[in-house]
């Protein structure tokens, strides 16, 4: 296994020496850009560089691993305002407080890894969905509207949907509204505790330590426990987004909503 790493480590560098003149004349100009932008074997190279250095934590297919709490990096592009640049910083200094490492790469082996992440990364709806955008406003606000925010309006126990249709693909939405606890983000993990006066308290965890948990009940209301008072704390695998299954929400009702969340409305 260390020999084969090794390799790839080795295969990697010398493919590195194809890139480095492009990467020069680039830099000059800044780094905001990806000076490999466009360019294939960029994504391939780097691709090999993630097995080697990264699939360890964040998985062979960059989808993360749970167990050790390393995030999904096909998502990362899809927060408002994110930037290669941003994720080249992360990459080269690593994230202190955390095991995320920091890198001494040269910075083109790191553009190949930030092609790569780019090039796994998920995009948004494919093409213009055809339902009714205000019939789809209209079951959103009688279904969603208290958990999730659209264009500055609704709760925030779930996460705001307002560029979701540029973030997500159709399927992927349509899967999160029919099986919501088949992938639960890592900022609404599901928990329940039973506090001193046998008072339950069911939300999202919005942080936690060895001593205390806040947690965002399903209320809405935040509430902050120290562990060793309460009786009961159990880590749910059930989300807490409801199950919408055919008879609650059927096909075409779907649809209208997806062209809602595509729409400008
Ligand atoms: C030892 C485990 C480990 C290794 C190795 C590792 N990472 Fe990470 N990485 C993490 C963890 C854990 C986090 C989340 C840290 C946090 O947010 O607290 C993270 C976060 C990140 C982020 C930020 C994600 C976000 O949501 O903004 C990026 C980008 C990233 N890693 C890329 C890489 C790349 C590329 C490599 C290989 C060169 C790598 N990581 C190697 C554990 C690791
Ligand atoms: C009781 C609160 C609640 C209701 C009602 C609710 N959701 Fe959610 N939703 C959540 C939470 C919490 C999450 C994040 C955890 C998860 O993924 O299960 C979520 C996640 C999602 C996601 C995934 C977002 C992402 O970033 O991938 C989508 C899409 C979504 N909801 C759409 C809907 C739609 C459409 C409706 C109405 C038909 C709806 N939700 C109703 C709480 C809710």
């Given at each position: 296994?260390?020999?084969?790493?090794?390799?790839?480590?080795?295969c990697?560098?010398?493919?590195?020496l194809?890139?480095?003149?492009l990467?020069?004349?680039h830099?000059?100009?800044g780094?905001?850009?990806?000076?490999l932008e466009?360019?294939?074997?960029?994504?391939?190279v780097?691709?090999?560089i993630?097995?080697?250095?990264?699939?360890?934590?964040h998985?062979?297919?960059?989808?993360?691993?749970d167990?050790?709490?390393?995030?999904d990096?096909t998502?990362?592009?899809?927060?408002?305002?994110?930037?290669?640049?941003?994720v080249?910083?992360?990459i080269?200094?690593?994230?202190?407080g955390?095991?995320m490492?920091?890198h001494a790469?040269?910075?083109a082996e790191?553009?190949?890894l930030?092609s790569?992440?780019?090039?796994?990364g998920?995009?948004?709806?494919?093409?213009?969905?055809q339902g009714?955008?205000?019939r789809g406003?209209?079951?959103?606000?009688e279904n969603?509207?208290?958990c999730?925010r659209m264009n500055?309006?609704?709760?925030?126990?779930?996460p705001n949907?307002?560029?979701?249709?540029?973030?997500r693909?159709?399927?992927?939405?349509?899967?999160?509204?029919?099986?919501?606890?088949?992938?639960?983000?890592?900022?609404?993990?599901?928990?329940?505790?039973?506090?001193?006066?046998n008072?339950?308290f069911?939300?999202?965890i919005?942080?936690?330590d060895?001593f205390?948990?806040q947690v965002?009940?399903?209320?809405q209301?935040l509430?902050?426990?120290?562990?060793s008072?309460?009786?009961?704390?159990?880590?749910?695998?059930?989300?807490?987004?409801?199950?919408f299954n055919?008879?609650?929400l059927n096909g075409?009702?779907?649809?209208?909503?997806?062209?809602?969340?595509q729409?400008?409305?």
């Amino acid at each position: 296994m260390k020999d084969l790493i090794n390799t790839l480590g080795l295969c990697s560098r010398i493919l590195v020496l194809f890139f480095l003149p492009l990467v020069g004349f680039h830099s000059s100009f800044g780094q905001e850009l990806n000076p490999l932008e466009g360019d294939p074997r960029a994504a391939r190279v780097g691709g090999s560089i993630f097995r080697a250095q990264c699939a360890t934590c964040h998985g062979a297919d960059a989808m993360g691993i749970d167990s050790i709490d390393a995030p999904d990096l096909t998502q990362i592009f899809t927060r408002p305002g994110s930037s290669e640049q941003d994720v080249f910083q992360t990459i080269r200094e690593g994230i202190p407080g955390s095991i995320m490492p920091p890198h001494a790469f040269p910075e083109a082996e790191i553009w190949m890894l930030v092609s790569y992440l780019r090039s796994v990364g998920v995009s948004g709806f494919t093409g213009q969905i055809q339902g009714d955008p205000d019939r789809g406003m209209f079951l959103f606000s009688e279904n969603c509207e208290t958990c999730h925010r659209m264009n500055g309006q609704g709760g925030s126990l779930g996460p705001n949907l307002s560029m979701i249709a540029a973030v997500r693909s159709e399927d992927a939405i349509i899967n999160s509204i029919r099986d919501p606890s088949a992938i639960i983000g890592r900022q609404y993990k599901p928990v329940s505790v039973l506090a001193e006066g046998n008072v339950r308290f069911r939300g999202i965890i919005k942080s936690e330590d060895a001593f205390s948990i806040q947690v965002l009940g399903t209320n809405q209301v935040l509430r902050g426990f120290r562990k060793s008072t309460l009786q009961e704390l159990v880590y749910e695998d059930q989300s807490v987004m409801t199950t919408f299954n055919e008879s609650a929400l059927n096909g075409r009702d779907l649809t209208d909503i997806l062209s809602y969340l595509q729409s400008n409305l």
